[in-house]
């Protein structure tokens, strides 16, 4: 089945956030399947990494930048392009929103589908890992404990994800020690879950630190099958196509940042206030 599509009849824009280019990685995945739409895409940089923010703090972030969006934009969705963001806040957010909220959260239900061994590990941040949501998915999908699921965070892993993305090379070395210093895969898994975006700019790198994991799997393509759902009635017109890069803090880095935007097809970059 051609997963790639395009509708003709009326404006769509999609509108994806994150506190950095971890959600570029989503954008990027949809664009190459839907034509035609344009992106906004939030880089909420003055508050880079969210993993490392409480759940309160997250959800009135989020809160006060949809409000902003929607008082300055007019979108047909939202992406909340980082896992930690999502679980902290998603049904929060739909109670005040009435356009489609859409969160990026592990797949642990694929991950049982396809793993051989059993083993699975599931990267992401120390808030995704003991969220109430995560808890709740591995409790009902591993009732039988058939499946052993090792979760594995450090907030090294973020930061270098990020600088990867500006362009820096990433030392192998340095990611080896990550994961021995914590030493948590006692056993091997099969299939490693990337349950952050950032983490999909590390996945070669993290391909051989683990030769005989055979599944690395991100939320792709989820995402893109639910937004399919959410825009199927809706057309749009493919005059007019813009992508808007927005960003809260001025850093050293920005320039760097609009360069490498200007890849994924963004034409308008703008510094906005979220107040």
Request: charged share 15%.
């Amino acid at each position: 089945m051609n997963d790639n599509i395009s509708y003709q009849r009326h404006q769509i824009t999609i509108f994806i956030f994150d506190s950095g280019v971890g959600g570029l990685s989503i954008l990027n995945y949809i664009k190459n399947k839907i034509s035609n739409v344009n992106f906004i895409y939030l880089l909420d940089n003055a508050y880079f990494p969210y993993g490392n923010k409480s759940k309160d703090f997250i959800k009135k972030r989020l809160l006060k930048i949809l409000y902003n969006i929607i008082n300055n934009y007019n979108i047909t969705l939202a992406i909340i392009g980082c896992n930690t963001a999502s679980v902290s806040s998603l049904p929060y957010l739909n109670q005040y929103f009435s356009f489609p909220i859409i969160g990026v959260t592990p797949v642990l239900k694929t991950a049982i589908k396809v793993t051989k061994n059993n083993i699975i590990g599931l990267l992401a941040t120390e808030t995704t890992i003991n969220s109430c949501y995560i808890k709740k998915q591995i409790r009902k999908l591993n009732y039988n404990n058939k499946y052993t699921i090792q979760t594995f965070s450090s907030p090294e892993l973020v930061l270098l994800a990020e600088q990867k993305a500006l362009g820096q090379s990433i030392s192998q070395d340095i990611l080896l020690n990550i994961f021995n210093n914590y030493n948590k895969f006692i056993l091997y898994p099969d299939t490693i879950i990337l349950g952050c975006t950032h983490f999909i700019l590390l996945k070669n790198e993290l391909t051989n630190i683990f030769p005989n994991t055979t599944n690395f799997l991100d939320s792709n393509k989820t995402i893109l099958h639910i937004l399919k759902k959410n825009i199927i009635k809706k057309s749009m017109i493919s005059d007019h196509i813009q992508h808007i890069l927005l960003y809260t803090k001025n850093i050293i880095e920005i320039n760097n940042i609009k360069i490498i935007s200007k890849k994924y097809g963004f034409n308008i970059f703008k510094k906005i206030k979220i107040l």
